[in-house]
């Protein structure tokens, strides 16, 4: 077994595991949690202790792979990176820099993020770069830097359990981050009360004192009336009337009509009353959110109006954030419009800084999004661990933008359904395989070490950015210290990070306090149209045994086994009024796509709503959105889609 | 030397002890990981052996007789099938193994061998010794052995037990497995005086006096056997796991596994069992996708049935607990072994009345 | 305490489970006997019977099993799962299996040809009572591929008809294209001292039989309780209200005898997946009789 730990790769709690190697061939053959480390403590969810061993399979990429004809066929390394560097070059001198985009990951690691920052701003040279963040959870950026000025969790995950209230809306986070959901069933068994908000009855409910079911994508609506109360009976903190922007709040809210809610959001006033008074009960309070707002339609004017909450109630907010490494990609700048430690491309200052420290001319153009680079915005794309096919929504659009690229090179671990498409493949390590550093949730830097040998020959992406500039004649190292000090140097909120002090213990988180935190003014905006086409709405889901687009977790067999089918849920009425029994299989349809699923009943999804749990690969719950997007961050609305169910045969 | 004897090893005379006992076998034993956690593993010297540790997480009894992951043949495919039986059996020694480690090891040592013998297990178990460290005091807060006959200390079961008595340890020799591994290292062992009996059971009362966490499991296994507990009960407890298994995984005492095929680089294959948990749905789902156990409640319920149950009792020869409290520091709610039982126990009383309480089985 | 194999008070002889008792010839039990596929015949669109033959004649020589009992099939590249007994107990040089496509492993099997190998390890579980049950009437009901297990049973009275009375066959399937072994029910149906009744739950233009499910056909039956013994198996819903039927006609609870099916691995009551309340279905089962279940409180459900 290693001496030292690693960080978890399946979600952003960061837990710390050990790992026994296999003696010889593929695999691991054993793993335990960290009993001192301040969020594992000696706990793993079913991710942790399950998946952890499918990363090492055999149907890993091998080699890399360049296409020949209609053929991915396996290549050398110099060939690849050649082939890669020559297509690129060939691209760009026809068309410059902007046109080709780089799409990164939150999965890999801090050192690797940075690196692919470094390559696109300074050896590409192209505006084009984004995360995939893009897809989830980036309405939250420019939400939070404009009102607590920190795009971070303000809470880390070991503190939670002192919280006197939460307000936990669109997230299924019993099920997707267990160890926050371990630390709300503390919270409330020190006497937390937890107000919920969800259209489905989640896992969530034996823990809230208040469960509302609002309709999908009518959150904006009950939660300016939730302020609208918190100034009505002034359950704010004194000190909330000195916050900046407190009066144009109030006045945003005039317009509030307490009687529209239960039509609008099938909530009673009342319901909203108990919740203000609930949260306003018992300090500090805490607002967490998930995808469920973080992809809903105005996501991030939504997210600015629980961040309003938190900061009326004295409280804090916890973007409930998937991925594991969500918090350091952003911080390191894989994000458009932004240089690393969330400097804004469009200041001189910022730029000049940058252009300093690594010796190049940085375009002052945002670029444009990955939503927008999918799309055909570019004509050479690069991406990095993600599975943009299934991530996007409207897939079929999607995959057929893909193939009209001049060309597409993927880094990933397996032969996802987007390197199918590639002109050349690079086959990347896994979490285990290599080193570097994770940023959990709560803000904590940590290391990740290799802890077995890479799968055939496989590099980590970091070797694979060292690879490609060096094709360029350019220099990036792959060293992830040495990457790791230059981060130090250069972004603040990373100062206090460093190899050696990794290895002294567990970290503190980088310091989220801003100097002014700001209330933003909550206007009302239009609901979506209800189309009679289309009766029904969407709420897709995440579940417990799976990650993002399954690249990682469809392999490994307990999860698989616990999860075998996707399936529709419906209300029992709405089976009753469609005739459809369980086990039939039906279409479920948008605008944009359909897919097609067994039809399950519960009595948790609301009437008027299916419930489609995100699945292992194949097809996704995405591929019935379409590319309407959220105005000011560009997130895709996955949210409340309207869709129509017909029985097939 | 005799199976019974009370010996004395000086501590300085461990190194020498464990070095000589390293020719002849691997020794495993709790060693320092990062940032103060503790995790057996095989130590290169007994140098690195850690003697004053809390609990290592990761059973040790269970991990190294039967493993996490353990190869069991493998096979290749083609014009005929030949199976290459790779069972690895390494001659080892637990070192400061936990005794609600060894009272794990002795039950899954039986469990293997009845009524039908698990030949990997047995090969595993015949090759390992065990050298037991009595807790002067209960390692961790969530320690309960003393509730579930594991520990602190033993009386029997053990093949060697180490008593720390300040400059020296008791050695005493419980089996002729402890008394072959000792035999020839009869050199730095020395008779015990009187006064080394008296301090040990000194130590044996104070260790008592000092748990935390206590489990009162006779009751709750009174209201499982009988089958009394309501379903909603167990539907209550189950409304708040996360599935994540740790409990079964970490239990020194699970014995459940599953069988894999895993795909080999070289083209041929390993059937690899692995631990398996009763906690998680596709543990009985049929391939027809009915599941006999398809709640949470109902899986919760099985596996305190099997933890504390009469019937089970009688299988098995004693409840299956030994109060290590894994369960307790793992789990990700409040569904370990003490928190389950005082709820059954609790909720029983709202449930019935005293007179209709069930003694059927008592009778 | 309880370590001996216990078997239903009705199976009255020992089952034939070789395992830890006289060892087995591979060496260690977990290790399957290498089978050759002889034949295969195609049964409904998604079920397939295989007949295999052990490849070291050393095996087959060892190899004897009684109806009921189960082999765990190895199909390499997949993996392992639990295959009832589905021919003549009689036949010693080779057996069949009747598998259901519905998993990693069936599908694998089912992808298969003659001449191919696998995986043998068994005979696992109890058997049917078919000598404590000599002289009795039997009434055997099954549904879907539950058949299979109950086919050598039918066929090892059928030889030793004699030894036993009235002999009943009511057998369900969901559709026409769902019957297994049409071939044999043409024959038994032939038999006049074989009733053999069949029902379908969806008919097609083709079928005049009966239509429902098959406890509909427990009226048409003329049995004397008292002295009759039921075999049953199928899906737990029909086992269930079979029995409820059955106890209602005036069979007692210990001459209802089911055949369970759970998802397994070891085969020797090792793994832990079978358990039913505290037994191992897989060395104390599969076969229990109704009155045995009504201790397992996890089959009420």
């Known amino acids: 077994m290693n001496d030292k730990p690693t960080t978890c790769g399946f979600c952003s709690c960061g837990c710390a595991l050990y790992v026994e190697p296999r003696k010889s061939g593929l695999g691991i053959a054993g793993l335990c949690p960290s009993t001192t480390h301040p969020v594992s403590t000696g706990r793993l969810c079913i991710k942790g202790w399950n998946a952890t061993a499918s990363l090492v399979r055999m149907d890993r990429l091998q080699t890399p792979l360049v296409r020949k004809g209609d053929e991915l066929q396996p290549a050398s390394w110099e060939e690849a990176f050649a082939f890669t560097v020559d297509a690129l070059k060939r691209v760009m001198d026809a068309s410059g820099p902007e046109s080709v985009g780089i799409i990164g990951s939150a999965k890999t690691t801090n050192e690797e993020c940075y690196s692919l920052v470094k390559f696109a701003r300074s050896i590409l040279c192209t505006p084009n770069l984004d995360g995939a963040c893009r897809f989830y959870d980036a309405s939250l950026i420019p939400a939070l830097l404009d009102t607590v000025g920190v795009a971070a969790s303000q809470v880390d995950v070991e503190s939670l359990a002192n919280a006197g209230s939460m307000l936990i809306v669109g997230a299924n986070v019993m099920e997707q981050l267990a160890h926050i959901g371990s630390r709300i069933q503390d919270a409330v068994e020190n006497g937390c009360n937890v107000v919920a908000a969800d259209p489905r009855k989640s896992r969530l409910a034996p823990q809230a004192r208040l469960f509302l079911h609002p309709k999908p994508g009518s959150d904006l609506t009950w939660v300016r009336a939730l302020l609208k109360t918190i100034f009505d009976r002034k359950l704010y903190v004194d000190t909330a009337p000195q916050m900046p922007g407190f009066e144009e709040l109030r006045a945003s809210l005039d317009d509030v009509v307490m009687g529209v809610l239960p039509q609008v959001c099938g909530i009673e006033p009342d319901a909203i009353a108990e919740a203000a008074a609930l949260l306003a009960e018992k300090k500090p309070c805490v607002v967490m959110f998930g995808l469920g707002v973080l992809q809903q339609q105005d996501s991030t004017l939504l997210v600015k109006a629980l961040v309003d909450v938190a900061l009326l109630l004295g409280g804090s907010v916890m973007p409930l954030r998937g991925q594991n490494n969500a918090q350091g990609a952003c911080d390191m700048g894989v994000l458009r419009g932004y240089l690393p430690g969330y400097q804004p491309i469009d200041s001189a200052e910022a730029r000049a800084k940058w252009e300093a420290a690594w010796g190049c001319s940085i375009s002052p153009q945002a670029g444009l999004s990955a939503v927008d680079m999918v799309q055909g915005g570019v004509k050479a794309l690069l991406v990095f661990g993600e599975n943009v096919a299934l991530s996007a929504p409207n897939t079929e659009r999607t995959l057929s933008a893909l193939e009209n690229l001049d060309f597409l090179a993927v880094s990933d671990l397996y032969l996802t359904e987007t390197a199918q498409l590639a002109d050349v493949v690079f086959p990347a390590c896994s979490f285990l395989e290599k080193d570097g550093t994770f940023t959990s949730i709560g803000r904590r830097v940590q290391r990740v070490r290799k802890m077995i040998d890479p799968v055939g020959q496989s590099k980590s992406d970091l070797e694979i950015i060292a690879g490609l500039a060096s094709a360029f004649g350019k220099q990036i190292t792959a060293d992830p210290a040495a990457v790791m000090a230059e981060i130090a140097a250069n972004v603040p909120m990373y100062a206090h990070c460093s190899y050696e002090q990794f290895e002294t213990g567990w970290g503190e988180p980088w310091r989220a306090e801003a100097a002014t935190s700001r209330l933003a003014p909550i206007p009302a905006t239009d609901l979506q149209p209800e189309d009679p086409d289309y009766p029904y709405q969407l709420i897709a889901s995440r579940i417990n045994f799976h990650t993002q687009t399954g690249t990682m977790a469809s392999r490994c067999g307990i999860l698989t086994r616990e999860y075998p089918e996707s399936v529709v849920e419906l209300n029992p009425s709405d089976a009753e009024k469609l005739k459809l029994r369980p086990g039939r299989v039906v279409q479920v349809s948008s605008k944009a796509g359909s897919l097609t699923r067994r039809v399950a009943v519960s009595d948790a999804v609301p009437q008027g709503c299916v419930h489609v749990p995100h699945y292992f690969g194949g097809d996704s719950a995405n591929m019935l959105a379409d590319y309407v997007c959220d105005p000011v961050s560009g997130v895709p609305i996955y949210k409340g889609l309207p869709v129509k169910i017909e029985a097939v045969s | 030397m005799n199976v019974g004897d009370k010996l004395i090893l000086r501590k300085s005379n461990v190194s020498d002890f464990f070095s000589s006992l390293q020719g002849e076998m691997q020794l495993i034993a709790p060693k320092k990981r990062f940032a103060g956690d503790v995790v057996f593993d095989v130590v290169n010297s007994p140098e690195e052996i850690v003697w004053e540790y809390g609990h290592d997480i990761y059973p040790p009894g269970k991990r190294y007789i039967f493993p996490h992951y353990e190869d069991m043949f493998s096979y290749r495919r083609g014009e005929q099938i030949s199976i290459d039986v790779a069972a690895e059996a390494p001659k080892q020694a637990i070192v400061a193994i936990r005794s609600c480690d060894v009272t794990a090891v002795r039950f899954q040592e039986r469990f293997f061998s009845t009524p039908i013998v698990d030949p990997f297990y047995k090969a595993r178990a015949e090759n390992t010794v065990l050298f037991s460290l009595v807790c002067n005091e209960p390692p961790k807060k969530e320690c309960f052995c003393i509730c579930c006959d594991g520990g602190p200390y033993l009386e029997t079961g053990f093949d060697v037990q180490l008593t720390d008595l300040g400059d020296r340890f008791l050695y005493e020799i419980g089996s002729e497995k402890g008394l072959r591994a000792s035999e020839p290292r009869q050199q730095y062992l020395e008779p015990s005086s009187e006064q080394d009996i008296a301090e040990r059971k000194r130590i044996e009362l104070h260790a008592d006096s000092l748990f935390q966490t206590a489990s009162y499991i006779a009751k709750a296994i009174i209201y499982i056997t009988s089958d009394e507990v309501p379903d909603e009960v167990w539907e209550e407890l189950g409304s708040t796991c996360f599935r994540c298994a740790a409990c079964t995984n970490l239990c020194p005492i699970c014995t459940c596994y599953t069988v894999d095929d895993r795909p080999e680089p070289d083209g041929s294959f390993t059937r690899c069992r692995s631990w398996d948990s009763c906690q998680y749905a596709g543990f009985t789902r049929e391939a027809s996708g009915h599941n006999p156990r398809p709640t949470f409640g109902s899986r919760v319920k099985r596996r305190f049935y099997h933890k504390a149950s009469f019937q089970y009792i009688m299988r098995d020869g004693r409840h299956g607990c030994v109060g290590c409290g894994r369960c307790v520091s793992s789990c990700l709610t409040k569904l370990d072994l003490p928190s389950v039982v005082k709820k059954i126990r609790r909720a029983m009383h709202d449930y019935i009345e005293p007179k209709s309480r069930p003694t059927a089985f008592l009778q | ?301």
């Not at chain 3, 260690?28 to 049964?43: G, Q, S």
């Open chain 3, 1 to 301: 305490m309880s370590t001996e194999v216990k078997t239903p008070t009705l199976t009255g002889a020992k089952p034939r489970n070789m395992w830890g008792v006289t060892g087995v010839p591979t060496g260690n039990l977990y290790v399957p006997m290498p089978a050759v596929i002889e034949k295969i015949i195609v049964e409904t669109p998604d079920t397939k019977t295989f007949r295999l033959r052990l490849e070291d004649p050393k095996h087959a020589e060892w190899f004897t099993w009684e109806p009921g009992q189960f082999v765990e099939l190895s199909v390499f590249g997949a993996g392992e799962a639990p295959i009832g007994f589905a021919s003549s107990p009689l036949e010693r040089s080779w057996f069949e299996l009747t598998i259901v496509n519905r998993g990693k492993v069936t599908g694998l099997m089912h992808e298969l040809k003659e001449g191919d190998r696998v995986g043998i390890r068994g005979p696992l579980g109890n058997c049917w009572p078919l000598e404590a049950i000599k002289g009795k009437d039997i009434l055997i009901i099954s549904g879907g591929c539950g058949l299979a297990p109950l086919r050598p049973a039918i066929l090892y009275i059928l030889a030793n008809r004699q030894d036993y009375g009235e002999f009943w066959l009511l057998y369900g399937a969901r559709t026409p294209a769902d019957i297994n072994y049409k071939y044999d029910l043409v024959e038994w149906e032939k038999r006049d001292d074989f009733h053999v009744l069949q029902t379908v739950d969806v008919g097609d233009e083709s079928w005049t039989g009966n239509v429902g499910v098959v406890t509909t056909l427990l009226d048409q039956v003329k049995l004397d309780a008292a002295n009759a013994v039921a075999l049953t198996c199928g899906p737990p819903i029909m086992i269930k209200f079979a029995t409820l039927a059955l106890v209602k006609m005036g069979f007692s609870e210990d001459r209802v005898v089911t055949s369970l099916e759970r998802y397994m691995k070891c085969g020797v009551g090792k793994c832990g997946h079978c358990c039913v309340n505290h037994v191992y279905l897989c060395t104390e089962g599969p076969v229990f009789t109704y009155a045995q279940l009504q201790e397992f409180p996890e089959t009420r459900a």
